[in-house]
């Protein structure tokens, strides 16, 4: 929910870039739909090139838990818990009203995507 914030047509394959596009498009154009808040592999990731058995080996034999802690960071910082069933207008709410872009300087410092400033942008003019 936060990284939709960034996505401008960029992904790690052509597959996932549109399954990106469609989530986006999908969630702008039904706030109501129910979604499962999850810090493991979703829907999203199991459009990536980079799963392997239900992991992800983005960049070595620690992105999983990379990326694992970093899910944890965010679950935190809008105090929800993992697993949680919401509307979407009330997660991306929930992200907005809890996540300042500067907070991303922290949260997403490892992040390839980082650089851009997309995410940054994306979420100071609450894109989704
Ligand atoms: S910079 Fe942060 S919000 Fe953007 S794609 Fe990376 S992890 Fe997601």
């Not at 969630?27 to 999850?38: A, F, G």
Request: overall charge neutral; hydrophobic content about 40%; aromatic content about 8%.
């Amino acid at each position: 929910m936060l990284c939709l914030h960034g996505f401008k047509g960029l992904g790690y394959s052509p597959f996932f870039v549109s399954t990106m596009a469609k989530a986006l498009m999908e969630i702008k154009t039904n706030k109501d739909i129910l979604i499962n808040l999850v810090d493991d592999v979703d829907v999203l990731c199991m459009a990536c090139p980079h799963l392997s058995q239900n992991m992800c080996c983005k960049s070595g034999n620690d992105s999983d838990e990379r990326i694992k802690g970093f899910d944890r960071k965010v679950f935190e910082k809008i105090g929800i818990k993992p697993n949680s069933i919401l509307k979407v207008k009330e997660a991306i709410l929930e992200v907005q009203e809890n996540i300042r872009p500067d907070d991303l300087d922290n949260l997403c410092k490892n992040c390839e995507w980082f650089n851009l400033g997309y995410c940054k942008e994306g979420l100071k003019s609450r894109v989704v």
